[in-house]
C-alpha cells in the first residue's frame, strides 16, 4: 500500500487549513490514516477516492461511550495523541459534531487550561536547570554540558506549550 | 476555578434542553441523539461531542444521574429531581419570552391597520 506524509501545520495554528487540505486529499484518494513522528505528520495512505469530511475535537481523557457516541453519529475514529486530540471522518453531508447554539463553546477550553499548566511547569523546570548551570559553571564544571541540555530540552518544551496556549488563549478573546 | 454551570441558573441551551426533556424516561447516549431527530422530524440534531459535553455537564451539576440499571460498557442516564425543576423553570421562561414576542407581533400589526 502506497503511503505518504505531509506535514502538520500545527492544530493551534491551522486546524481549518489543515482539515481542507485532509479533505481534498481525500478526494484525490490519499486517505488519513493517523498521525507519525510525533504528531508532527499526517499518514496517509493511497485508497478509493471518497467525499469525507474531517472534524477534530478536543477532549481530556474521554470514556468508551464518547467514542461509541460518534460511531452512532456516522463519525469514524481515525486517531488520537495523547488523550486529548481526537481525529474523527465521516461521509459528506454528516451533521457537525457540535450542534446548536453551544457550538465549539468550551470546545478548546480544558485543552487551554491544560497547556497553561505545561507552559508554567517547564518554565519553572526551565529556570531550575538554568540556575544550576550557572552554579556549576564555578563549583562543577563537568556538569556544565549536561545541565546546558536539560536547559536547552526544558525550553522547547516550554515553546511547545506556550505558543498553542497563546494561540487558543486569543481565538477565544476573540470570539468573545 | 470553574466557573459556575450556566446550568445551574435554570437557562438551558438548546441541546441541555432537549436531552434533559428526553431523559424523563432512562436512555442510553446513543438513544438521545436518536429520539430527538426522530421526533423532531430532523429538525433538531443533536451532534455528537455537544450530547457528550453536554450530558457531562449535566451529569457534574446533578441535573440527570446514572441509572442504577446500567454497566461500566453502556452508560445509561436519567433525569434527578433538581433536572426536573430547572427544566420546568426554564420551559416556564421559554413561554414568557414566546407570550412576549407573540404579543409584539399582535400589537405590531394591529398598529399597521390603524395607520
Given at each position: 500500500m502506497k503511503t505518504k506524509y505531509i506535514m502538520n501545520g500545527g492544530l493551534a495554528f491551522s486546524e481549518k487549513k489543515d482539515i481542507k487540505k485532509l479533505e481534498k486529499l481525500a478526494a484525490e484518494g490519499w486517505l488519513l490514516e493517523g498521525l507519525a513522528w510525533g504528531g508532527f505528520c499526517y499518514k496517509l495512505v493511497q485508497g478509493p477516492a471518497q467525499d469525507l469530511i474531517y472534524t477534530i475535537d478536543f477532549q481530556a481523557t474521554p470514556d468508551s461511550d464518547y467514542f461509541d457516541i460518534f460511531k452512532s453519529a456516522g463519525w469514524r475514529?481515525?486517531?488520537?495523541?495523547?488523550q486529548q486530540i481526537h481525529i474523527f471522518a465521516a461521509p459528506k453531508g454528516t451533521p457537525p459534531i457540535y450542534s446548536g447554539n453551544e457550538i465549539e463553546e468550551g470546545k478548546y477550553q480544558d485543552f487551554t487550561v491544560n497547556l497553561g499548566k505545561g507552559a508554567?511547569?517547564?518554565f519553572l523546570i526551565m529556570l531550575v536547570f538554568m540556575l544550576l548551570?550557572?552554579?556549576?559553571?564555578?563549583?562543577y564544571a563537568f556538569m556544565y554540558y549536561p545541565l546546558f541540555a536539560l536547559t536547552l530540552i526544558s525550553s522547547m518544551a516550554f515553546i511547545f506549550c506556550f505558543m498553542p496556549y497563546l494561540s487558543y488563549k486569543f481565538k477565544a478573546q476573540a470570539k468573545q | 476555578m470553574a466557573r459556575k454551570s450556566a446550568l445551574e441558573t435554570g437557562i438551558l441551551n438548546d441541546s441541555a434542553f432537549y436531552i434533559l426533556s428526553t431523559l424523563l424516561e432512562e436512555m442510553h447516549g446513543y438513544l438521545i441523539m436518536k429520539t430527538i431527530e426522530e421526533?423532531?422530524?430532523?429538525s433538531a440534531i443533536?451532534?455528537?461531542?455537544s450530547l457528550y459535553t453536554t450530558l457531562k455537564k449535566l451529569l457534574d451539576s446533578g441535573l440527570i444521574q446514572r441509572s442504577k440499571t446500567d454497566d461500566e460498557t453502556t452508560k445509561i442516564y436519567l433525569i434527578t429531581k433538581k433536572g426536573k425543576n430547572i427544566l420546568q423553570q426554564d420551559i416556564n421562561r421559554k413561554q414568557r419570552m414566546i407570550a412576549f414576542a407573540e404579543n409584539q407581533i399582535k400589537q405590531s400589526t394591529g398598529d399597521k391597520h390603524e395607520n
Amino acid at each position: 500500500m502506497k503511503t505518504k506524509y505531509i506535514m502538520n501545520g500545527g492544530l493551534a495554528f491551522s486546524e481549518k487549513k489543515d482539515i481542507k487540505k485532509l479533505e481534498k486529499l481525500a478526494a484525490e484518494g490519499w486517505l488519513l490514516e493517523g498521525l507519525a513522528w510525533g504528531g508532527f505528520c499526517y499518514k496517509l495512505v493511497q485508497g478509493p477516492a471518497q467525499d469525507l469530511i474531517y472534524t477534530i475535537d478536543f477532549q481530556a481523557t474521554p470514556d468508551s461511550d464518547y467514542f461509541d457516541i460518534f460511531k452512532s453519529a456516522g463519525w469514524r475514529h481515525i486517531t488520537s495523541s495523547g488523550q486529548q486530540i481526537h481525529i474523527f471522518a465521516a461521509p459528506k453531508g454528516t451533521p457537525p459534531i457540535y450542534s446548536g447554539n453551544e457550538i465549539e463553546e468550551g470546545k478548546y477550553q480544558d485543552f487551554t487550561v491544560n497547556l497553561g499548566k505545561g507552559a508554567l511547569y517547564s518554565f519553572l523546570i526551565m529556570l531550575v536547570f538554568m540556575l544550576l548551570m550557572y552554579l556549576s559553571k564555578s563549583y562543577y564544571a563537568f556538569m556544565y554540558y549536561p545541565l546546558f541540555a536539560l536547559t536547552l530540552i526544558s525550553s522547547m518544551a516550554f515553546i511547545f506549550c506556550f505558543m498553542p496556549y497563546l494561540s487558543y488563549k486569543f481565538k477565544a478573546q476573540a470570539k468573545q | 476555578m470553574a466557573r459556575k454551570s450556566a446550568l445551574e441558573t435554570g437557562i438551558l441551551n438548546d441541546s441541555a434542553f432537549y436531552i434533559l426533556s428526553t431523559l424523563l424516561e432512562e436512555m442510553h447516549g446513543y438513544l438521545i441523539m436518536k429520539t430527538i431527530e426522530e421526533a423532531t422530524d430532523g429538525s433538531a440534531i443533536i451532534g455528537p461531542a455537544s450530547l457528550y459535553t453536554t450530558l457531562k455537564k449535566l451529569l457534574d451539576s446533578g441535573l440527570i444521574q446514572r441509572s442504577k440499571t446500567d454497566d461500566e460498557t453502556t452508560k445509561i442516564y436519567l433525569i434527578t429531581k433538581k433536572g426536573k425543576n430547572i427544566l420546568q423553570q426554564d420551559i416556564n421562561r421559554k413561554q414568557r419570552m414566546i407570550a412576549f414576542a407573540e404579543n409584539q407581533i399582535k400589537q405590531s400589526t394591529g398598529d399597521k391597520h390603524e395607520n
